[in-house]
C-alpha cells in the first residue's frame, strides 16, 4: 500500500483505485472537480448560498467574499490557459 504525504494530510493509492475507476482516466472525466477554477466557481456559489441560509444576518459579507473569490478564480483561470 503506497502513501503520499501531502503536509498533513495522507493518500492512500490502494483507496485511490477504489474511488476512481481505469474508465474515468479514459474517458477524460476528472473527479476532481475542486482543481478546476471554473467548477469551483460553481462550488463557492453553493457554499455561499448555505451559508447565507444558514446566517442570514451575514448574508452580505458572504456576498462580498464570493465575489472577491469569483474574481481570484477568474484570474487564476486565465493564467491556468495562458501556460
Known amino acids: ?26 474517458t477524460g472525466y476528472d473527479p476532481h472537480i ?19 441560509e444558514y446566517d442570514p444576518s451575514e448574508a452580505s459579507f458572504y456576498e462580498k467574499n464570493y465575489l472577491h473569490f469569483l474574481s481570484e478564480l477568474e484570474q487564476l483561470h486565465l493564467e491556468i490557459r495562458a501556460i
Do not use: C, F
Not at 34 to 52: G, H, M, N
Open 1 to 26: 500500500m503506497e502513501k503520499h504525504q501531502d503536509g498533513d494530510n495522507r493518500h492512500d493509492e490502494s483507496n485511490h483505485s477504489q474511488i476512481h475507476s481505469d474508465s474515468d482516466h479514459q
Open 34 to 52: 475542486w482543481l478546476d477554477p471554473l467548477l469551483v466557481k460553481i462550488q463557492a456559489e453553493t457554499i455561499k448560498k448555505a451559508l447565507s
